[in-house]
Structures are given as structure tokens and as C-alpha cells.
């Protein structure tokens, strides 16, 4: 089993519509959680980080619920920009620094 | 941008031969992170250096190794490489080795034929 598991998609959003997935996680020692954005052929970029509490970043919406083991990210008013592969990261802390990738969740935001 | 910069972009290599990547941190990271993302798949961890020493291994075989130098810029290398080597390698930089906040680089494209 995977330590990091995320359907892949795709997820086919209309614009200005909301969309969101999950993301599950295998290990309890997990600490830190991420949400990462990947443009076909391009590097990972930060999107936000996932706090205890649930955070809000514009239209963005990280859950973390440790009990279920799972994150979340919703996105409201889906733009034709926000079409990507999504990639959901933890960090450990018996391995800090080695941050664990699921293998993404494309979304693709139509006209 | 990140202020990460790997070289080169693109590379394409014979089965069996020796691969050299770079990587140059963001100034002031002190952390080198290197990944390997095959088609398809999310990045997977190779290895870390902190301050010129290794600091965490993934599942990679030893013909993968690495360096860190004083100015924290770090490099890659790849012995007798396989088909199955060929994927995007990413290099994350740091501050400090928890890595709560990495950036990439563009990434190298290396293709082995």
C-alpha cells in the first residue's frame, strides 16, 4: 500500500464551479501536511500547507482529519487557471525532510 | 520564481553510462533535496543534504549518489544508468533540514536509450 494515496482524476470541473478531493495517509507519525501544484512538465509549487484547524487560502480550502488519516482540498469559482495536477504531500516525523508524494489528482477546468 | 536552478533542463543518455546533475539552492537554504518523478507518478525521494552531509535516503540503489558543496549548491550522480532511470529529477531546497517549506527547481528531463 502506498503511503500517500490520491484518485487521479480527472476530475472535469466547469468554471466557476466547485470541486474537491481527498487525499489518504498510511502513516500515523505523519506531521506535516501539504498541498503542491504541478503544471504539466513543470516543477512542484507550494499551494499551501495543511493546519489541525483547516485553512482557507482565497478560494482554497485545506481540511486535515487525523482521526480518518485524510486531507482535502476544495476550490471554489474553479478558474481555467486552476487546471493542474494537484499532488498531496506529508512529512514525518520519524523522517523529517523526506516529504512522501501521492502521485496526483489531475483537475481539468472547462470553458 | 524560486531562485532554484537546475542544469541542464534536458539530457538524454546511453543505457550503462554515468549521469552529473546540479542544482543551486535558493540563497540562504542550507537543505538539498533530490526527487525523482517518473510519468505519471508523484516525486519520490532519493536523498538529502544538510550542510554538506547526507541527511536521509530513500529507496534508491547506491549508483545513486550525491554531493553538497560550501556554497550549499549540490549535484546528483547516476552510475550505470537504466532504462528505468528516466524520469524528471526535481531538487527541493531548504531551510534547515525539516523542510516545512521546500522549493523546487525546473527539474532535469533525463531520457536513458
Known amino acids: 500500500r502506498k503511503e500517500v494515496e490520491q484518485d487521479p482524476g480527472p476530475f472535469n470541473v466547469p468554471e466557476g464551479a466547485t470541486v474537491a478531493f481527498n487525499c489518504t495517509y498510511s502513516?500515523?507519525?505523519?506531521?506535516?501536511f501539504f498541498w503542491y501544484r504541478q503544471d504539466c512538465r513543470k516543477e512542484p509549487k507550494l499551494l499551501m500547507s495543511?493546519?489541525?484547524s483547516g485553512n482557507e487560502d482565497g478560494r482554497f480550502t485545506a481540511q486535515l482529519n487525523r482521526a480518518s488519516q485524510y486531507i482535502s482540498l476544495l476550490i471554489r469559482d474553479s478558474k481555467l487557471s486552476d487546471s493542474a495536477t494537484y499532488l498531496c504531500?506529508?512529512?514525518?516525523?520519524?523522517?523529517?525532510?523526506?516529504?512522501?508524494f501521492g502521485a496526483g489528482t489531475q483537475v481539468v477546468v472547462t470553458p | 520564481e524560486t531562485g532554484v536552478t537546475q542544469s541542464p533542463t534536458h539530457l538524454i543518455k546511453t543505457r550503462g553510462q554515468q549521469v552529473t546533475l546540479r542544482c543551486s539552492s535558493q540563497?540562504?537554504?542550507?537543505?538539498v533535496s533530490w526527487y525523482q518523478q517518473a510519468l505519471g507518478q508523484g516525486p519520490q525521494f532519493i536523498f538529502q543534504?544538510?550542510?554538506?552531509?547526507?541527511?536521509g535516503r530513500g529507496n534508491f540503489p547506491p549508483r545513486f549518489s550525491g554531493l553538497q558543496f560550501p556554497n550549499y549548491s549540490s549535484e546528483l550522480n547516476v552510475n550505470a544508468l537504466e532504462l528505468d532511470d528516466s524520469a524528471l529529477y526535481l531538487c527541493?531546497?531548504?531551510?534547515?533540514?525539516?523542510?516545512?517549506?521546500?522549493?523546487f527547481g525546473q527539474g532535469t528531463r533525463l531520457t536513458v536509450v
Open positions: 527541493a531546497s531548504s531551510l534547515g533540514s525539516s523542510n516545512t517549506e521546500a522549493f
Open positions: 502513516n500515523s507519525a505523519s506531521q506535516s
Open positions: 495543511v493546519y489541525s
Open positions: 504531500v506529508v512529512n514525518r516525523m520519524d523522517s523529517w525532510g523526506k516529504l512522501q
Open positions: 540563497s540562504g537554504h542550507n537543505t
Open positions: 543534504y544538510y550542510r554538506e552531509e547526507e541527511n
